[in-house]
């Protein structure tokens, strides 16, 4: 009689079994979508080439639906709407290369968003680049470019140039943005720091997904004791790939110079007491509500830390005029409770 495994091997072989299984299945869906992607342009440029070589009209796009539907009834994407996006795509990427290289690693209906939100050759195919690099959903990939992403990306005025080495410097001016968008944030006139970073940390999946990929939170109002007094960090991030913490100080008023010194005695302590020898020296960002790109220049300029400084954007709130010109929560409750009696039977 065979003995049974140990418990120890079996739980490895276990282990080691599944995580092939999923890797071929990884590899297959993506081979299928690969195929398809390719399947949609070949489609595509056939139908172009027809329409120019025999003057074929816009009703063939129909015709060629309701025939490929009866011809393949189990298969899906043959609609005349998905047949004018194989045109376009063709229309759009007429090289197959890239086609084979870039946008047939994408979802199809990725390629989709970036033909309906994207008109500029260029912008779509860094979009269609930076989707595969951080692994974009396509909800994510509307969001970037809804916000803008490439115009915003290492915008920040910054002195990483000069006191990070490459390739680390340009690593670290790629993760800026300037102007960062808290869309997703509405505060008053009246709102102070405090304020600001409890709505970040209350929105924090949409924080990081604004900060980008590689961004770790690690606290706020991080304690840094240093002699005998304490200080207090807005936010602390580690970046995994940057391999270094990330000090972010809120401002919500326009930048002043006396920032860039202080951000520079966070960065000489979090070295000190928090930076592991592996780790790349640590980056400041001063997160203001305006900045004079000339005055954070200066303010730099000496600087030996690495630092970047950014504006936000903010949700719109709405003015005082228009805000008293709204129902409140009473007034709806009552005039919803009026409808209510009077409603015919």
Same mark, same amino acid.
């Given at each position: 009689?065979?003995?049974p495994l140990a418990p120890d091997t079996y739980g490895q072989f276990l282990a080691?079994?599944?995580?092939?299984?999923?890797?071929?299945?990884?590899?297959?869906?993506?081979?299928?979508?690969?195929?398809?992607?390719?399947?949609?342009?070949?489609?595509?440029?056939?139908?172009?080439?027809?329409?120019?070589r025999e003057n074929w009209g816009a009703k063939v796009i129909d015709r060629l639906?309701?025939?490929?539907?009866?011809?393949?009834?189990?298969?899906?994407?043959?609609?005349?709407?998905?047949?004018?996006?194989?045109?376009?795509?063709?229309?759009?990427?007429?090289?197959?290369?890239?086609?084979?290289?870039?946008?047939?690693?994408?979802?199809?209906?990725?390629?989709?968003?970036?033909?309906?939100?994207?008109?500029?050759?260029?912008?779509?195919?860094?979009?269609?680049?930076?989707?595969?690099?951080?692994?974009?959903?396509?909800?994510?990939?509307?969001?970037?470019?809804?916000?803008?992403?490439?115009?915003?990306?290492?915008?920040?005025?910054?002195?990483?140039?000069?006191?990070?080495?490459?390739?680390?410097?340009?690593?670290?001016?790629?993760?800026?943005?300037?102007?960062?968008?808290?869309?997703?944030?509405?505060?008053?006139?009246?709102?102070?720091?405090?304020?600001?970073?409890?709505?970040?940390?209350?929105?924090?999946?949409?924080?990081?997904?604004?900060?980008?990929?590689?961004?770790?939170?690690?606290? @706020?109002? !991080? %304690? *840094? &004791?240093?002699?005998?007094? #304490?200080?207090?960090?807005?936010? +602390?991030?580690?970046?995994?790939? $940057?391999?270094?913490?990330?000090?972010?100080?809120?401002?919500?008023?326009?930048?002043?110079?006396?920032?860039?010194?202080?951000?520079?005695?966070?960065?000489?302590?979090?070295?000190?007491?928090?930076?592991?020898?592996?780790?790349?020296?640590?980056?400041?960002?001063?997160?203001?509500?305006?900045?004079?790109?000339?005055?954070?220049?200066?303010?730099?300029?000496?600087?030996?830390?690495?630092?970047?400084? @950014?504006? !936000? %954007? *903010? &949700?719109?709130?709405?003015? #005082?005029?228009?805000?008293?010109? +709204?129902?409140?929560?009473?007034? $709806?409750?009552?005039?919803?409770?009026?409808?209510?009696?009077?409603?015919?039977?």
């Amino acid at each position: 009689m065979a003995e049974p495994l140990a418990p120890d091997t079996y739980g490895q072989f276990l282990a080691d079994l599944k995580g092939r299984i999923r890797t071929a299945q990884l590899r297959a869906s993506m081979a299928v979508n690969r195929e398809l992607v390719l399947l949609y342009w070949q489609i595509g440029r056939d139908i172009l080439d027809r329409q120019q070589r025999e003057n074929w009209g816009a009703k063939v796009i129909d015709r060629l639906a309701a025939d490929l539907k009866r011809a393949f009834p189990d298969m899906k994407g043959f609609s005349p709407r998905n047949l004018k996006y194989m045109r376009r795509f063709a229309e759009v990427w007429a090289g197959e290369e890239f086609v084979q290289q870039v946008a047939a690693q994408l979802p199809w209906f990725h390629n989709c968003v970036l033909l309906d939100k994207l008109s500029d050759r260029e912008e779509r195919i860094w979009y269609a680049k930076a989707t595969i690099q951080h692994g974009w959903s396509r909800n994510v990939l509307v969001h970037q470019i809804e916000s803008g992403r490439l115009h915003r990306q290492g915008k920040a005025v910054a002195n990483f140039d000069r006191t990070l080495p490459a390739p680390q410097s340009d690593l670290a001016r790629d993760i800026t943005k300037d102007p960062y968008n808290f869309d997703f944030l509405t505060l008053g006139d009246d709102a102070h720091e405090r304020d600001l970073e409890r709505g970040l940390l209350d929105h924090l999946r949409q924080f990081l997904l604004e900060l980008g990929v590689g961004f770790a939170f690690v606290g @706020s109002q !991080y %304690r *840094l &004791a240093v002699g005998d007094q #304490e200080f207090y960090i807005d936010l +602390l991030f580690y970046h995994l790939k $940057l391999r270094a913490y990330v000090v972010i100080d809120l401002k919500m008023k326009s930048f002043e110079p006396e920032f860039a010194g202080k951000m520079n005695f966070y960065l000489s302590a979090v070295n000190d007491l928090l930076r592991h020898p592996d780790d790349q020296p640590s980056i400041g960002l001063i997160l203001c509500k305006t900045n004079d790109r000339f005055v954070a220049e200066y303010a730099l300029r000496d600087i030996n830390k690495p630092i970047g400084i @950014s504006e !936000y %954007r *903010l &949700a719109e709130s709405l003015p #005082e005029k228009l805000k008293g010109s +709204l129902p409140t929560i009473e007034e $709806l409750e009552s005039e919803l409770g009026s409808a209510t009696e009077f409603e015919p039977q």
